[in-house]
């Protein structure tokens, strides 16, 4: 009868501790001087463990418990250890199994040994090899020593490893180690090379320390055999619930062969960027619970020119084309009525061998007055004052004021169906000035004064809503009239209003302060017209706008202005902007966008055409820029991608790139060629000003080791400049 019972045996052991209890199920069993055999489908569970196999035996004497043939080794589903022959000694928490073979469900990585002993939460490894492909001739493998698990921190250390591709090898690392879980942790991520027929042999080896939950840091140290070396770093930390930032920093050292021969500015490329956001920074830093919202954001940056940002990385992608440099700081007190708000702005002009010249907003003063009404919403006022502190080290300075006082007054008439309001805007503009300018004739214009003025707006609108079978058309009409009343102007303004509100003129540096547009007698009109389908998605939108001067009778009508958005259908889409100059007879602006969605398929073209309508000799009168880009998504492996931008003006190619890319399970695979115009300071600037590079980028990521990330290749070669 013993034969057929299904419990085997619950026993205890007298040095483990009751969590510790071992029930083995069995279907056959014999006894014989302290040894019993068991079989016929034989499952051990401990724990959290479930052991089966086909046969076992248990010495009560030492507590060993072997299993034989088939044995399967369950942990919470979440991996699985098999093998021929195991023993286990549960009171001094041994196991042994050989041949090893485990499998992690998550992660799908499987680990094939001669031999895996553990004690407690370790696991230690004789010569094997671990793939995260299928195990049927599989791609990509890597072959070890000797290695090492822990089972709680699912760490796996890997020595003396080498990296085969099918049979060939590829690589050889004395350590190797990975995670089989998303746990932030430190170690090393994916290295990038590279090979440059200018800079030579590039190498970029990443280090990511994450030795708390709320910060982390990412080193990445840099090699280019041929120009220099340097290292950049990435710390990011989270220090509130409502706050958190990042801090970068970076340094580049030219060799002198390199500075020389590209007559850079400078040999030495630094800088750093500081960016904090806190969305309750006063009651967090003075430890009072106000009424309202308060906020910060920081975005600080600088650098001695924009090789320190294209070298932080071998992607033309990456790689900036402005010289101009900003920092900001911002901060503000919202309530329900009242926003109070500090705005700092400096901006560092890279192509200036000195900043002392440039402008600067240090800081913005701001208060706005909510929208409020009056007999019975009928009347509506708001207040909004702005003071700004123009700075510069050396030429003029300024702090200028500006208050803004609209007050509507509006109804409805016939049923909602016509809307009309009338607005008296109140605007007033004062400037105080000091420092000395750059040339002494200016000095008498520089006078502190100020600007005030009053005009009237009329507006009526209506906007009407059909709904058919499987459509829903809105049309809108607005038509506004603006009235200009008084204004008074005195110092400043009174010197150089007539001269600086000319367009031609408003780039000289007699009008640099000048920010004031003319308020002209004139109406605006605008039709805009909104289709929608049955599920409330909008597929056509049109606005046209159109303004009418009634003071300049030699430019009476202003720019037409239409904008179209279609949807055709779920596929393909097309987008419109352009406008219209009466007095040149042509366009001074069209830009158009097309977009395909379709198999697999996402394409976009567009062209940007812009007229500055000048009338002077050898100027730049137009930009004509063309841009497209194609991703081709093939089946769940195959995937293409293109892209091309062309400047039709200087008759010049910008950029271009061509590539593909094969995805599997367990390896990413992609080859990806690209051209970029990259910009370079230089000590003359009539000299090239830009280096056009070519690259071809590899990339290669052996799952789940390597993550994918977008725009990151682990080889990449340098064609030419």
């Known amino acids: 009868m013993l034969k057929f019972l299904l419990l085997f045996l619950i026993f205890f052991l007298s040095c483990v501790n009751a969590d510790d209890k071992v029930v083995i199920y069995a279907t056959k069993l014999s006894s014989k001087n302290g040894m019993i055999e068991a079989s016929g489908g034989v499952s051990v569970s401990y724990k959290d463990y479930l052991l089966t196999a086909k046969r076992a035996t248990y010495n009560r004497k030492t507590g060993d418990l072997e299993l034989f043939d088939n044995i399967r080794v369950d942990d919470k589903g979440r991996y699985k250890i098999l093998g021929n022959y195991a023993k286990l000694n549960i009171a001094k928490k041994e196991k042994s199994f050989h041949p090893f073979y485990m499998l992690d469900n998550k992660s799908q990585v499987w680990m094939s040994a001669n031999k895996g002993e553990s004690k407690n939460e370790n696991i230690k490894i004789s010569s094997g090899v671990v793939s995260g492909c299928n195990p049927i001739n599989p791609l990509w493998t890597m072959e070890f020593s000797s290695s090492d698990y822990n089972a709680q921190t699912k760490w796996v250390n890997l020595y003396n490893a080498r ?178 708000g500090t705005y700092l702005k400096y ?71 016509l809307n009309l309001s009338y607005r008296a805007n109140l605007y007033l503009q004062h400037s105080s000035f000091s420092g000395t300018p750059i040339t002494a004739s200016q000095n008498s214009i520089y006078k502190t004064g100020y600007f005030a003025r009053n005009y009237h707006t009329l507006s009526a609108s209506t906007q009407l809503t059909k709904r058919y079978k499987k459509y829903t058309h809105v049309i809108g009409m607005a038509m506004s009239y603006n009235q200009s009343s008084w204004e008074t102007k005195t110092g ?172 599997k399970r367990c390896w990413d695979f992609g080859i990806k060629y690209t051209e970029n115009n990259r910009p370079i300071l230089t000590n003359n600037p009539t000299s090239k000003s830009s280096v056009y590079d070519k690259y071809i980028y590899f990339t290669v990521v052996l799952k789940p080791f390597m993550k994918p990330r977008a725009n990151n290749s682990l080889l990449s070669y340098k064609l030419a400049n």
């Not at 800079?199 to 055999?225: C, K, M, S, V």
């Not at 580049?252 to 969305?279: A, C, P, V």
């Not at 061998?353 to 006022?381: E, G, M, V």
């Not at 406008?579 to 969605?597: A, G, L, P, Q, W």
Request: hydrophobic residues 30%.
């Open 163 to 340: 990296l085969y591709i099918y049979d060939i090898p590829l690589f050889y690392t004395p350590y190797f180690g990975y995670s089989l879980d998303t746990t932030r942790r430190t170690g090393l991520l994916t290295p990038s090379f590279g090979l440059s027929s200018s800079e030579g042999l590039y190498f970029q080896q990443p280090l990511y320390i994450a030795e708390q939950n709320w910060w982390d840091l990412e080193l990445l140290p840099q090699i280019r055999t041929e120009r220099g070396a340097g290292i950049y770093e990435n710390f990011r930390f989270v220090d509130s619930p409502t706050s958190g930032g990042e801090f970068d920093a970076g340094y580049f050292k030219e060799k002198d062969k390199y500075f020389q021969e590209n007559n850079l500015r400078n040999q030495s490329h630094f800088g750093f960027h500081f960016k904090y956001k806190n969305n309750d920074f006063l009651s967090q830093w003075f430890h009072k619970n106000y009424e309202g919202q308060s906020g910060l954001y920081m975005n600080l940056n600088t650098m001695n020119d924009v090789d320190y940002i294209n070298l932080k990385s071998n992607k033309s992608n990456n790689q900036t084309t402005s010289s101009l440099v900003l920092s900001r700081i911002n901060l503000f007190y919202n309530t329900n009525e009242n926003y109070f």
């Open 492 to 663: 400043y303004y009174k010197d150089v209003a007539n001269y600086c509100s000319k367009p031609e003129n408003q780039a000289d540096a007699e009008c640099e302060f000048y920010n004031l547009s003319d308020i002209e007698n004139a109406a605006k009109i605008d039709f805009t017209q909104y289709l929608y389908d049955d599920k409330q998605k909008e597929i056509f939108y049109q606005r046209l706008s159109q303004r009418i001067s009634y003071s300049n009778s030699q430019q009476r009508y202003g720019e037409l202005e239409n904008e179209l958005d279609l949807t055709v259908n779920n596929h393909f889409s097309i987008y419109n902007n352009m406008f219209y100059n009466y007095d040149k007879n042509r366009f001074s602006k069209i830009f158009n966008k097309i977009s395909v969605h379709n198999s697999g398929l996402t394409f976009s073209a567009s062209h940007l055409f812009k007229d500055d309508l000048s009338t002077k000799v050898n100027s730049k009168r137009y930009t004509s820029y063309l841009t497209t880009s194609l991703n081709y998504v093939y089946s769940s492996h195959y995937s293409y991608n293109a892209s091309y931008a062309y400047d039709l003006q200087t008759k010049k190619k910008k950029s271009a790139s061509i590539g593909f890319m094969y995805k």
């Open 347 to 417: 901006y560092e002009n890279l192509a200036d061998s000195s900043n002392d010249k440039t402008l600067q907003k240090l800081p913005t003063l701001h208060y706005h007055y909510y929208l409020n009404t009056l007999l019975k919403n009928h009347l509506l006022y708001s207040l909004d004052a702005q003071t700004t502190n123009v700075y510069r080290k050396e030429g003029k300075k300024v702090v200028q004021t500006d208050i803004n006082l609209p007050i509507t007054l509006q109804t409805s008439l016939f049923d909602e169906y």
